[in-house]
């Protein structure tokens, strides 16, 4: 089936611990997302990435860093520079079409980040 | 900026009646998309519904259906008989215009929606 899959569905950081997110899509999607969702709050954008080995930073990157070497791929990881990271993280992809036009956004299960 | 307002935090409705969720938005652009997701306690985003700005009509999805008040920038969600299995927090999201480089998605802080038998 497919779709976009997210792991660890549970993930624990130590203080001053990197770690590092999955998103894999198999939908020949182009563009992939990166949000984060706090209690009581929408989802914010974290990073995007429109092809492979470009991204670009949203409105909250400040902690956290991305790479984009497979169209299929999009990790995330929360550096130790992020000193609030326990939150739901949700990975979404949508396809381009042409005139830069993005279709809608899918999303995966999400990953729950919690700080020891 | 765009910004995204959903009013009201919770709201209750019995099983086979109709609910209406509010949404109002803030834009000077002309041309945007507007969507409804729902999440449900396993927390994965589902889209519900879309509708691009310049259609006049207003979208619907079997028992799901918007209205779309362009002027007013409201964007409403309105569910018909309702199931247990619509319980969920619901958000409404805005999309920039699909024409001028990234677009990215703004979304109000959600309604959590209980369906009571």
């Known amino acids: 089936d497919g779709g976009i899959t997210q792991s660890p569905k549970y993930l624990f950081r130590k203080e001053g611990q990197n770690v590092t997110l999955s998103c894999e899509q198999n939908?020949?999607?182009?563009?992939m997302y990166w949000y984060r969702q706090d209690p009581g709050q929408g989802l914010r954008l974290i990073y995007y990435?429109?092809?492979?080995?470009?991204?670009q930073k949203g409105d909250i990157a400040e902690g956290y860093s991305v790479s984009r070497e497979k169209k299929e791929s999009f990790p995330l990881t929360v550096t130790s520079a992020q000193k609030n990271p326990t939150a739901f993280y949700l990975c979404?992809?949508?396809?381009?079409?042409?005139?830069?036009?993005?279709?809608?956004?899918?999303f995966g299960p999400g990953t729950r980040l919690l700080v020891l | 900026a765009q910004t995204v307002t959903q009013s009201q935090p919770e709201m209750s409705v019995q099983e086979a009646e109709t609910v209406t969720l509010s949404c109002t938005y803030d834009?000077?652009?002309?041309?945007?998309?507007l969507f409804w997701y729902k999440q449900p306690p396993s927390r994965q985003m589902i889209l519900v519904i879309r509708?691009?700005?310049?259609?006049?009509q207003n979208a619907t999805e079997n028992r799901f259906s918007v209205n779309f008040q362009k002027a007013a920038k409201s964007f409403s969600l309105k569910i018909s008989d309702s199931q247990l299995g619509d319980a969920a927090m619901y958000f409404c999201?805005?999309?920039?215009?699909?024409?001028?480089?990234?677009?990215?998605?703004?979304f109000g802080t959600g309604t959590r929606l209980l369906v009571s038998p």
């Open positions: 979404a992809s949508s396809i381009v079409t042409g005139g830069g036009r993005r279709e809608t956004q899918y």
């Open positions: 939908l020949n999607h182009d563009a």
């Open positions: 990435s429109q092809i492979v080995n470009d991204f």
């Open positions: 834009t000077s652009e002309s041309d945007y998309y």
């Open positions: 509708q691009e700005a310049y259609k006049q």
């Open positions: 999201a805005y999309r920039t215009d699909p024409n001028t480089g990234f677009q990215k998605l703004v």
